[in-house]
């Protein structure tokens, strides 16, 4: 019997891997994406497309208003999205940072899976090629395991491990395509732009292309999404 995983699902590059490579170890997935407030929103549409891409019937989009906390250049309408910053200098913890995001995620993915006996959750956060936020590093992911198999029913009653899978954490953005491509990874479905067109294509000069598109060049690869 095929063991389930739940897989919180952005509509991005890191995340679709994610998916491919779950499916790759056997599991059936269940897709979960956040609105939170973001402003690139056609994120959502492309998360839709990707669950269509990988034919994962259970495909939930959960609406939680982060955005009415600010904080955050990507919700907050009065915070523009940092530009034309070198791959060499996004390492610190920039605007786009979005205030106890993955915790958040991770709590709501951590429900899902309880409600369905679930105890694998993959997230696709990456430690190496990323823009410097706190709940990407490996320590974050540890005690966040840690509690989640502190704070639940199915846990304390001995039931089962929870284990969240990070499959990308210690991969280069170059690595994290070429794995998804020897997947056969569609990334002409996927969006990473934090600021695009009304359009959706990318604005090829904020710090999640900027990163996507070094990755694609390190990769020896050509980015199949249509810049400006």
Known sequence: M???????LSGGLDSTTCIAIAKDQGFDIIGLTINYGQKHIFELES???IARYFNIKNHSIINIDLASFGGSSLTSTNMKVP???RTADINDIPSTYVPARNTVFLSIALAR???INSFDIFIGVNALDYSGYPDCRPEFISEFEKLANLATKESIEKKGQYKIHTPLINLKKSEIIQKGMELNVDYSITSSCYDPYENGNPCGSCDACELRLKGFKDAGKIDPLKYA
Do not use: Q, Y
Not at 2 to 8: E, G, H, P, S
């Open 2 to 8: 095929k063991k389930t995983a739940v897989i919180l």
């Open 83 to 85: 530009k034309n910053r």
């Open 113 to 115: 899976a309880e409600t």
């Open 47 to 49: 998360a839709k497309s």
